[in-house]
């Protein structure tokens, strides 16, 4: 079983809410990520756990918030959004962090900031 | 840095003629190369992957990629398009830089979105 799933598929959300989007996987893997995606363009690396804790960072703004409650679960919160945050939100996950393992894909979020 | 090129934003092929998608890498080491592919609105699914080993790599729904270390290419192939890879197509390539500490860092071409005609 090589699943990764997301909920919700939609979401769409004021600029004052609070939500939270949830990512679980059962392939034992140790490492999970988050992705934003904007149309048309390539998924872009938001987030990095590496045996539940946060490793790389990539300059994301304070509104998104991760979480790993446990191996199997990857959680962003979100609050106080903009509308150019509305994207495709991407989880993944790969056996390990380091190199050479792939990473495998959930469908992802759609998000809506309005 | 690492970085990946498609060169091709959008290509049209008629269903059941070969298809060759282009990828040119930039690392300075060996990389990991990676073909993923995405249909509207959803995920990406993992096509076929290079670590080592043999260059020419096969994966799924009868893709091939060959690994070209001297054209710093690994492009995607398949004899016969059938209409359900009309989709996105993401080369990707994962390495190690010295701010990961150790960690793999993928990063995704541009995507080059295929069209099949009937």
């Known amino acids: 079983d090589t699943e990764v799933t997301q909920t919700p598929k939609h979401l769409v959300m004021g600029m004052t809410n609070k939500k939270s989007l949830k990512c679980e996987q059962h392939?034992?893997?140790?490492?999970m990520y988050w992705y934003k995606q904007k149309a048309k363009k390539p998924p872009e690396l938001m987030f990095v756990?590496?045996?539940?804790?946060?490793?790389i960072n990539e300059s994301v703004p304070s509104r998104f918030s991760p979480e790993c409650p446990n191996s199997s679960l990857l959680n962003l919160h979100l609050h106080a959004l903009q509308p150019e945050d509305s994207a495709l939100y991407l989880c993944?996950?790969?056996?390990?962090?380091?190199?050479?393992?792939?990473?495998?894909f959930g469908p992802g979020t759609r998000l809506t900031v309005t | 840095a690492q970085s990946v090129t498609q060169p091709d934003i959008h290509i049209t092929v008629s269903e059941g003629a070969s298809l060759e998608l282009r990828c040119n890498y930039s690392?300075?080491?060996?990389?990991?190369l990676f073909w993923y592919v995405q249909s509207p609105g959803q995920g990406l699914q993992l096509l076929l992957k290079y670590f080592s080993g043999d260059t020419l790599v096969q994966g799924i729904k009868g893709f091939e990629a060959e690994f070209k270390r001297s054209q710093s290419s690994f492009n995607l192939r398949k004899p016969s398009v059938h209409w359900s890879d009309a989709a996105e197509y993401f080369c990707a390539v994962g390495a190690t830089p010295a701010y990961s500490g150790g960690y793999q860092k993928v990063t995704f071409g541009i995507g080059t979105k295929l069209q099949v005609i009937p």
């Open positions: 756990y590496s045996y539940e804790k946060l490793s």
């Open positions: 690392y300075g080491a060996t990389p990991y």
């Open positions: 993944a996950s790969s056996q390990d962090s380091s190199g050479g393992y792939e990473q495998y």
């Open positions: 392939m034992g893997h140790r490492a």
